[in-house]
């Protein structure tokens, strides 16, 4: 058993898990793993499913897919590193697994819309990181864009919490929304955001996967 196999192993994987994921060597196989998931429409109610169940089921929505994409960066020699993007009142945060290539950022994203995708690791830092979903960060035709938190090192909470976890990992959400964000707006722009064109608005309906 390699040592990437094994790290996933200890961390409560089966052995088919871990090495499925061990095998994805680089960030861009880890997403391209990722999006092939189907999309969790929570149809039964809420979820936050931990990276044995999103394995297991086959389903994923944006916290889901950056807990598998965290796993994957982690056995591969990367830290397993999240973020979150907070959105204004009236619609949701976004989670993404976020990798360093030298010194830029890049992300790992789950999302059944177009834009909020996976992002190459060109970004000086973590805002300039953030401000690459602003544009297309939208509900209707309202840009909602807010926020960006530290990044979240999963290596400092338990597996159980995250990796094999049964039922909603309500712990991780809450730390994740719970740490320290920043703000992405400048003092009293919101009134004068523009807001998108209705072609954009028309590609943002696009869906992998239909409800």
Known sequence: MNRRVKLGVELGLTK???????????????????????????????????????????????I??????????????????????GAARGDV??????????????????????????????????RELALSF?????????????????????RRHDPELWVTRQGFCHELVDVLTGARHFDILPADSQSSLRPIDEIEARANTLRDHPA
């Open 134 to 154: 602003f544009p297309q960060y939208v509900k209707l035709r309202r840009k909602t864009l807010r926020t960006y938190s530290i990044p979240v090192d999963l």
């Open 16 to 62: 088919d898990m871990a090495t499925r994921l061990a095998g994805l060597r680089t960030p861009e196989r880890i997403q391209d793993f990722v999006s092939t998931i189907r999309w969790n429409h929570q149809s039964e109610g809420p979820t936050a499913l931990s990276v044995v169940e999103v394995l297991r089921q086959g389903r994923a929505h944006c």
């Open 64 to 85: 889901e897919g950056a807990f598998v994409a965290a796993c994957g960066l982690w056995l591969n020699g990367h830290p397993p590193l999240l973020i979150d993007l």
């Open 93 to 126: 945060d976004h989670v993404m697994a976020i990798f360093r290539h030298g010194h830029h950022w890049g992300a790992i994203s789950k999302s059944n819309s177009p834009f909020l995708r996976y992002r190459d690791p060109i970004y000086r830092s973590l």
